[in-house]
């Protein structure tokens, strides 16, 4: 049984060898958001700017609609919107959607800039597996070999939230125009309320992944946990970190949860184009 032992020491120690080398840019997907992927890829550029020529032609029926709304309104005596509330809220309303692109980018690179204070080294947890040391018969190699595989799939589910969430942003962002249009009548703004929830939670539910994700990693590494305890406790993180998104989903979904305002938008817009202006 030793050559047959042997070989299987030799395929797992080549198999933590050979993930280490690609695993660091996966890990930094994990903890950002490249801008190339979102909002400076052309694809998405293009989509977005579609999206809004779509909403800036709703926009302009809506003010057609209204128009003859106010005129019928003054002829008969029904009820309508004054144009002291029509017109400032059709200002604001097309302002925030050509406003949309801005306040995605800045968002997007406020959360880039968050998880960069975070710092997870899964490079050098899997160094200091086994302190360095390779595999041998004495170490339960089937059993460190189940945990290893167990490892590389949970870290893998997380890379692939990491790919979902770019590809659900994106979604979002060029969806960012029509959105803001819903808010201008009432009865759609509960549509316009779910997406500026699902659009926040979306954005910044990577830095709270990322720094559970860090967190973790760190503890691991300053508590030196290796062997099968150490890849135990990493495998228990990482699936604790892919629960993250589900977690944080229940805002967005949630009947309760408090919607940002337009004006809430409006500031934060302000506030975060002055910080990276």
């Avoid at 962002?173 to 939670?201: D, E, I, K, N």
Wanted: net charge positive; proline share 4%; aromatic share 12%.
């Amino acid at each position: 049984m030793n050559p047959i032992t042997q070989f299987i020491v030799d395929l797992i120690t080549n198999f933590l060898q050979g993930i280490s080398g690609p695993l660091q840019p996966l890990v930094a997907l994990i903890g950002t958001t490249p801008l190339q992927f979102t909002t400076a890829n052309e694809i998405v550029i293009g989509t977005w700017n579609t999206m809004t020529a779509v909403a800036d032609a709703f926009l302009g029926l809506i003010v057609v609609v209204g128009a003859i709304q106010m005129m019928y309104g003054q002829s008969t005596g029904s009820l309508y919107m004054p144009v002291s509330q029509f017109v400032p809220k059709l200002i604001l309303t097309a302002i925030l959607i050509h406003l949309s692109f801005l306040m995605g980018q800045d968002l997007l690179i406020l959360n880039n800039l968050l998880c960069g204070l975070v710092h997870a080294d899964v490079v050098n947890f899997i160094r200091q597996f086994n302190s360095g040391q390779p595999l041998n018969n004495g170490q339960g190699v089937l059993i460190t070999g189940i945990f290893a595989i167990a490892f590389s799939i949970s870290l893998l589910r997380v890379i692939f939230q990491a790919v979902k969430r770019i590809v659900f942003f994106n979604v979002l962002f060029v969806l960012s125009g029509p959105a803001f249009l819903m808010s201008f009548h009432p009865q759609t703004a509960p549509w316009f309320s779910f997406w500026a929830r699902t659009y926040l939670v979306t954005i910044f539910t990577q830095f709270f992944q990322f720094l559970t994700f860090g967190l973790g990693f760190q503890f691991l590494l300053v508590s030196k946990q290796t062997g099968l305890t150490g890849f135990l406790l990493a495998i228990a993180m990482l699936n604790l970190t892919a629960e993250i998104p589900a977690l944080l989903a229940r805002f967005a979904t949630s009947a309760g949860a408090t919607a940002p305002g337009v004006g809430q938008f409006v500031r934060t817009a302000i506030t975060v184009a002055a910080l990276f202006a």
